[in-house]
T-cell receptor
Framework: GDSVTQMEGPVTLSEEAFLTINCTYTATGYPSLFWYVQYPGEGLQLLLKATKADDKGSNKGFEATYRKETTSFHLEKGSVQVSDSAVYFCALSPYSGGGADGLTFGKGTHLIIQP | NAGVTQTPKFRILKIGQSMTLQCTQDMNHNYMYWYRQDPGMGLKLIYYSVGAGITDKGEVPNGYNVSRSTTEDFPLRLELAAPSQTSVYFC??????????FGDGTRLSIL
């Protein structure tokens, strides 16, 4: 079945550092890929998405590129802030458009940004 | 715009008790989902629905039941609570061509 693997945390960085959170996936067909963020005590919020190979999703300074050749969707940000501290989840949907199946999630990466 | 609303936010149950977790969405989404999140793990799909009157099992459906009588509501029922069902439960709507939108979760403890 489908699966998502993301780097273990916690990841601790200083403010203004460069961030990379690795995510790789296994899926048949042409999945859509997502990054969700979860702040303490809250639900998941969509951060960005990509629906086909070579698409780049971006939002709030975060970026991720859908790489089919390496089955990866790594999350990057050039300069992190304390407010970026949260848990980040990589997820896939088995369909590039349409389809009702639920998302398959990675285990999450806890990011801690120190001032 | 409320989005996805879950109640209650917290609950403690005794083993063998039953309860219903409520979920309502106001975005007119056809697809709705229930996930559980265990510590250090990603979310696992329990049940989902593609529209009123239609539900289907996800990855971890045992011990749960759902119904979908309206587009807006998708309650999750635990009939005989067990300690293994201690978790945080998230309802979501969307899917298909739309990203999934999540509620704030229900933290459930079974003692």
């Amino acid at each position: 079945g489908d699966s998502v693997t993301q780097m273990e945390g916690p990841v601790t960085l200083s403010e203004e550092a460069f961030l990379t959170i690795n995510c790789t996936y296994t899926a048949t067909g042409y999945p859509s890929l997502f990054w969700y963020v979860q702040y303490p005590g809250e639900g998941l919020q969509l951060l960005l998405k990509a629906t086909k190979a070579d698409d780049k999703g971006s939002n709030k300074g975060f970026e991720a590129t859908y790489r089919k050749e390496t089955t990866s969707f790594h999350l990057e940000k050039g300069s992190v802030q304390v407010s970026d501290s949260a848990v980040y989840f990589c997820a896939l949907s088995p369909y590039s458009g349409g389809g009702a199946d639920g998302l398959t999630f990675g285990k999450g990466t806890h990011l801690i940004i120190q001032p | 715009n409320a989005g996805v609303t879950q109640t209650p936010k917290f609950r403690i149950l005794k083993i063998g008790q039953s309860m219903t977790l409520q979920c309502t969405q106001d975005m007119n989404h056809n697809y709705m989902y229930w996930y559980r999140q265990d510590p250090g793990m990603g979310l696992k799909l329990i049940y989902y629905s593609v529209g009123a009157g239609i539900t289907d099992k996800g990855e971890v459906p045992n011990g749960y039941n759902v119904s979908r009588s309206t587009t807006e509501d998708f309650p999750l029922r635990l009939e005989l609570a067990a300690p293994s069902q201690t978790s945080v439960y998230f309802c979501a709507s969307g899917g298909g061509n739309q990203p999934q939108h999540f509620g704030d979760g229900t933290r459930l403890s079974i003692l």
